[in-house]
């Protein structure tokens, strides 16, 4: 037996039948028991049950505070099979990260004789833990046209029944016990590449639904099997405890990419590219040019703007990524100094699958063509620049894009990269990495949607780890989009720009803009606050929204006390904003700034409903004291709220607000409004 320790828990490799491994939080007097994966190889189930096992290479401290482990072990039914244990264990927090690695000396191949996947990743008793529940992050809400978090109690009867849930992740409690289990991947609910399958006994297991290999897949020397990664851990505590935790975890620990991290303000163009589109009757390109642009970027740095993106049209075409020197006759020269004088960074647009018909990357890449049923697709016409055609991302082309965005980052100063319309399915190619013409094309249809998003993890860590400094957003403004726990170990997302369609409830419209929440005012703020249910478990900051500048001030102040719950998000039309309006936004963020950082490190504390009178947001740090509580109401009336945590004493608020400190050094709070709005309080502010 081997073991590891560290600050928050104990892991202890065994390597049996019923127990590959197992882990203990620190205080727990059990560990809880991980049973071990099974494959079909050649036709034969066979399950990872081990003997001779040993470190596979030295401990490996990384830059997010955790350290890798391995460890390897031969079959002890089949020893030309090995199986490598790979471990990322926090210093300081009780999430540990794990894969597998599946080997073989000699060629074989991974097999279906049911023709499904026959793949277990691991199994779990939940009989000592009463309370079960499902947690989601993949649920699609048509009603604010976003993503959504989504807890589903898991009941005896669903155990006794042999029901599945799709997760990722898995909650079980007792009275001051509550672990997790989870897995990255991601998909829309209900379509499920993994699932954990429910068992009479209380006992679940976590395994392969569809596309997480295809039959015949090559296994032998040079060809192992690399599972994607998977997550335990636990807390001597409730449902919250856990939840802080786990929130940490992923702030800190599931990503080496660390910058992705901090809490930046965001400024995106393409809201007013569709404004000038629909309401003046322009193309969507048309201000997509030097003057435009630099005169905003005065505009953003007096609201506060960190990151200035430039959306799509400032290039000439797709797959080779050159500055549109038509638009920009300098190369985006003027607008780097100017950013850069400012202490901005610069961010561009993306259609990581794109490649114009005369570009040389399609030129180097016809192989790479995505294709269905032996039919390439497109070219089609991509934001008014150069018909493209969309390349696969599960082949050799993968290294090419991460190559041309390394290059960008070097000659053009790019640091922030918004990527676009990536859907999860869409190639079913032979001649790419996600089965051969032995598969079924069914089956590499699945398993190019099961890769896809672990190819764009490849592409951002290779940018990464070439330029630190780089951030990538993943747009899931649409659904069927790769969304789960998968992406967070890579980028954050881009969560809503301009919301619902006038389809999503409905509603018919003429050739009008379809978008509904693109006005000032408080209904927008609605819907992009819905959304914060996430930030019970994974970080606000990680899921950028956008919000509106404009004027009134009334409007103003919703939105910028709805983005600083970490959403961190502007677009619009900055040169039509009022002066007050531009000095307004200034003083309210560069207050925020002296803050940020504590309300990104706060777990959420919430009252009332969205759009409820009053629906109040807190984000304090309790090892500081500071950050901000935020108030709405849809209502004239005046309100009372006492924080939960204890407050830095340095307080600032906005009009119609009184704040007192209680007994408990705890912030008593009277809010006033005399009609629809907002009300901010900044606790550790000068």
Same mark, same amino acid.
């Given at each position: 037996?081997?073991?590891?320790?560290?600050?928050?828990?104990?892991?202890?490799?065994?390597?049996?039948?019923?127990?590959?491994?197992?882990?203990?939080?620190?205080?727990?007097?059990?560990?809880?028991?991980?049973?071990?994966?099974?494959?079909?190889?050649?036709?034969? /189930?066979?399950?990872?049950?081990?003997?001779?096992?040993?470190?596979?290479?030295?401990?490996?401290?990384?830059?997010?505070?955790?350290?890798?482990?391995?460890?390897?072990?031969?079959?002890?039914?089949?020893?030309?099979?090995?199986?490598?244990?790979?471990?990322?264990?926090?210093?300081?927090?009780?999430?540990?990260?794990?894969?597998?690695?599946?080997?073989?000396?000699?060629?074989?191949?991974?097999?279906?004789?049911?023709?499904?996947?026959?793949?277990?990743?691991?199994?779990?008793?939940?009989?000592?833990?009463?309370?079960?529940?499902?947690?989601?992050?993949?649920?699609?809400?048509?009603?604010?046209?976003?993503?959504?978090?989504?807890?589903?109690?898991?009941?005896?009867?669903?155990?006794?029944?042999?029901?599945?849930?799709?997760?990722?992740?898995?909650?079980?409690?007792?009275?001051?016990?509550?672990?997790?289990? /989870?897995?990255?991947? @991601?998909?829309?609910?209900?379509?499920?590449?993994?699932?954990?399958?429910?068992?009479?006994?209380?006992?679940?297991?976590?395994?392969?639904?569809? @596309?997480?290999?295809?039959?015949? &897949?090559?296994?032998?020397?040079?060809?192992?099997?690399?599972?994607?990664?998977?997550?335990?851990?636990?807390?001597?505590?409730?449902?919250?405890?856990?939840?802080?935790?786990?929130?940490?975890?992923?702030?800190?620990?599931?990503?080496?990419?660390?910058?992705?991290?901090?809490?930046?303000?965001?400024?995106?163009?393409?809201?007013?590219?569709?404004?000038?589109? %629909?309401?003046?009757?322009?193309?969507?390109?048309?201000?997509?040019?030097?003057?435009?642009?630099?005169?905003?970027?005065?505009?953003?740095?007096?609201?506060?703007?960190?990151?200035?993106?430039?959306?799509?049209?400032?290039?000439?075409?797709?797959?080779?990524?050159?500055?549109?020197?038509?638009?920009?006759?300098?190369?985006? &020269?003027?607008?780097?100094?100017?950013?850069?004088?400012? @202490?901005?960074?610069?961010?561009?647009?993306?259609?990581?699958?794109?490649?114009?018909?005369?570009?040389?990357?399609?030129?180097?890449?016809?192989?790479?063509?995505?294709? %269905?049923?032996?039919?390439?697709?497109?070219?089609?016409?991509? %934001?008014? +620049?150069?018909?493209?055609?969309?390349?696969?991302?599960?082949?050799?082309? %993968?290294?090419?894009?991460?190559?041309?965005?390394?290059?960008?980052?070097?000659?053009?100063?790019? +640091?922030?990269?918004?990527?676009?319309?990536?859907?999860?399915?869409?190639?079913? $190619?032979?001649?790419?990495?996600?089965?051969?013409?032995?598969?079924?094309?069914?089956?590499?249809?699945?398993?190019?949607?099961?890769?896809?998003?672990?190819?764009?993890?490849?592409?951002?860590?290779?940018?990464? /780890?070439?330029?630190?400094?780089?951030?990538?957003?993943?747009?899931?403004?649409?659904?069927?989009?790769?969304?789960?726990?998968?992406?967070?170990?890579?980028?954050?997302?881009?969560?809503?720009?301009?919301?619902?369609?006038?389809?999503?409830?409905?509603?018919?419209?003429?050739?009008?803009?379809?978008?509904?929440?693109?006005?000032?005012?408080?209904?927008?703020?609605?819907?992009?606050?819905?959304?914060? $249910?996430?930030?019970?478990?994974?970080?606000?900051?990680?899921?950028?929204?956008?919000?509106?500048? $404009?004027?009134?001030? =009334?409007?103003?102040?919703?939105?910028?006390?709805?983005?600083?719950?970490?959403?961190?998000?502007?677009?619009?039309? #900055?040169?039509?904003?009022?002066?007050?309006?531009?000095?307004?936004?200034?003083?309210?963020?560069?207050?925020?700034?002296?803050?940020?950082?504590?309300?990104?490190?706060?777990?959420?504390?919430?009252?009332?409903?969205?759009?409820?009178?009053?629906?109040?947001?807190?984000?304090?740090? #309790?090892?500081?004291? =500071? @950050?901000?509580?935020?108030?709405?109401?849809? /209502?004239?009336?005046?309100?009372?709220?006492?924080?939960?945590?204890?407050?830095?004493?340095?307080?600032?608020?906005?009009?119609?607000?009184?704040?007192?400190?209680?007994?408990?050094?705890?912030?008593?709070?009277?809010?006033?409004?005399?009609?629809?709005?907002?009300?901010?309080?900044?606790?550790?502010?000068?």
């Amino acid at each position: 037996m081997h073991e590891i320790k560290s600050k928050a828990l104990t892991i202890q490799v065994i390597g049996s039948a019923r127990c590959l491994w197992s882990y203990r939080v620190r205080g727990a007097a059990k560990h809880i028991e991980v049973a071990p994966p099974s494959f079909e190889v050649d036709g034969h /189930a066979i399950t990872a049950a081990l003997r001779k096992i040993a470190p596979s290479r030295d401990p490996q401290p990384l830059a997010n505070g955790t350290t890798e482990f391995a460890f390897e072990g031969t079959f002890a039914k089949d020893p030309s099979l090995s199986l490598e244990i790979i471990f990322r264990v926090p210093d300081d927090n009780p999430i540990v990260r794990f894969c597998y690695v599946l080997k073989s000396k000699e060629p074989r191949r991974l097999t279906k004789t049911s023709g499904r996947d026959a793949m277990s990743y691991l199994g779990l008793s939940f009989k000592s833990l009463p309370s079960v529940k499902e947690v989601r992050f993949s649920e699609f809400n048509e009603m604010v046209h976003s993503f959504t978090l989504s807890e589903r109690p898991v009941e005896d009867s669903h155990f006794d029944d042999g029901l599945a849930v799709m997760g990722p992740m898995i909650v079980a409690a007792r009275k001051g016990f509550t672990m997790l289990a /989870a897995y990255e991947h @991601g998909s829309q609910v209900p379509d499920a590449f993994v699932e954990f399958r429910l068992a009479p006994g209380r006992a679940a297991s976590l395994a392969a639904v569809k @596309g997480n290999y295809y039959s015949g &897949q090559a296994l032998g020397p040079g060809s192992p099997c690399e599972t994607i990664w998977l997550q335990l851990g636990a807390v001597l505590g409730d449902d919250s405890a856990l939840a802080c935790a786990y929130r940490q975890f992923v702030l800190r620990h599931i990503t080496l990419n660390a910058e992705s991290r901090k809490p930046y303000i965001f400024y995106n163009t393409w809201a007013y590219q569709e404004r000038n589109k %629909w309401w003046n009757n322009k193309k969507y390109l048309d201000s997509m040019h030097q003057e435009r642009i630099l005169a905003e970027i005065d505009a953003a740095h007096r609201m506060g703007i960190d990151v200035f993106v430039l959306d799509t049209g400032w290039y000439e075409k797709t797959g080779d990524w050159r500055v549109n020197t038509a638009r920009f006759p300098d190369s985006l &020269q003027a607008v780097r100094e100017k950013l850069s004088g400012y @202490g901005m960074k610069l961010g561009l647009w993306f259609n990581p699958l794109a490649a114009a018909v005369s570009s040389k990357m399609l030129k180097d890449h016809e192989d790479c063509i995505v294709s %269905w049923d032996g039919r390439k697709a497109g070219p089609g016409e991509i %934001w008014e +620049t150069e018909q493209s055609y969309n390349l696969c991302l599960v082949s050799r082309y %993968w290294e090419a894009f991460a190559d041309e965005l390394i290059r960008l980052v070097r000659e053009v100063g790019v +640091t922030y990269f918004k990527w676009d319309a990536i859907g999860q399915y869409g190639c079913n $190619d032979p001649g790419h990495w996600h089965g051969d013409a032995s598969a079924t094309a069914s089956e590499r249809a699945n398993n190019y949607a099961f890769n896809l998003g672990r190819y764009m993890s490849r592409v951002v860590d290779k940018l990464c /780890a070439a330029c630190p400094e780089a951030i990538v957003d993943f747009d899931i403004t649409e659904g069927h989009r790769y969304v789960g726990l998968g992406w967070l170990a890579a980028g954050k997302y881009f969560l809503i720009n301009n919301g619902p369609y006038y389809g999503n409830y409905n509603i018919p419209i003429g050739n009008v803009w379809s978008n509904i929440f693109v006005y000032p005012g408080a209904a927008r703020g609605w819907i992009c606050r819905t959304p914060l $249910d996430f930030d019970k478990w994974i970080p606000s900051v990680l899921f950028l929204t956008h919000y509106l500048p $404009d004027d009134p001030a =009334r409007s103003q102040v919703i939105n910028i006390a709805s983005l600083i719950l970490g959403q961190n998000g502007i677009w619009g039309d #900055p040169l039509s904003v009022s002066p007050e309006g531009i000095e307004r936004f200034g003083r309210l963020l560069g207050l925020y700034k002296q803050v940020r950082d504590d309300i990104t490190q706060s777990y959420p504390v919430r009252c009332g409903s969205v759009a409820g009178s009053p629906e109040v947001h807190e984000k304090i740090n #309790p090892a500081t004291g =500071r @950050g901000a509580v935020c108030i709405f109401s849809s /209502a004239a009336g005046r309100y009372t709220y006492v924080t939960a945590n204890g407050i830095d004493s340095r307080i600032w608020h906005t009009d119609g607000i009184r704040v007192e400190t209680d007994k408990r050094g705890r912030a008593k709070i009277e809010a006033t409004f005399d009609g629809p709005g907002a009300g901010i309080v900044y606790f550790g502010v000068s």
